[in-house]
């Protein structure tokens, strides 16, 4: 038999519907009273009651009497020594765009057009699950950017796109 999860003279009352008893907490370092029904205070007890057949067991490997005296200085040294010995053994990769680990998962280019080749930019991000998730429009309409300014010493005009927004399907639509 092993002893109770809580001893007998800890029970401060009993009315037969609640259970108070008190003990020592661990963060204040003082003596708390709790009240329970009598179900939770049983259930709580009944909780370290092993099933039939099994063993209990207080101390096993490291934390057995002999073995801990037998092997607790090799573990203090071997613990004083660990944060050495890990330093060396993992390999630090370098962080990598979406782009890099894109081409290198796929052997494509994400950002090479497939009509024309050549490089493409993000202007917009958009999630089937949470919408617009990038919008580079935004960045430069709340100013992210400084604003252009035509060169002086060269001649020429800029070109801009038109403000309206054309949307091309990429599929054909046969109805």
Not at 50 to 62: A, D, S
Not at 71 to 95: A, H, M
Request: with cysteine; net charge positive; charged share 30%.
């Amino acid at each position: 038999m092993a002893s109770p999860p809580i001893s007998v003279r800890r029970i401060i009352r009993y009315d037969g519907e609640t259970v108070t008893y008190w003990y020592n907490d661990h963060e204040t370092k003082a003596r708390k009273e709790e009240s329970l029904d009598v179900l939770t205070f049983i259930g709580r007890m009944v909780q370290h009651i092993l099933p039939k057949g099994f063993q209990r067991i207080r101390y096993y490997g490291l934390q057995a009497t002999k073995t801990y005296e037998k092997w607790s200085q090799v573990i203090k040294e071997g613990l004083k020594n660990f944060c050495k010995v890990v330093q060396g053994v993992y390999e630090v990769i370098e962080s990598r765009n979406y782009r890099q680990r894109y081409k290198e998962s796929s052997g494509k280019d994400p950002l090479k057009c497939p009509f024309c080749g050549s490089e493409m930019k993000v202007w917009k991000i958009w999630h089937p699950i949470y919408g617009v998730i990038y919008d580079e429009e935004k960045n430069i309409r709340q100013g992210k950017y400084e604003k252009y300014s035509k060169p002086r010493d060269r001649g020429g005009c800029t070109l801009r796109g038109c403000t309206r927004i054309l949307q091309i399907s990429m599929f054909s639509l046969s109805l």
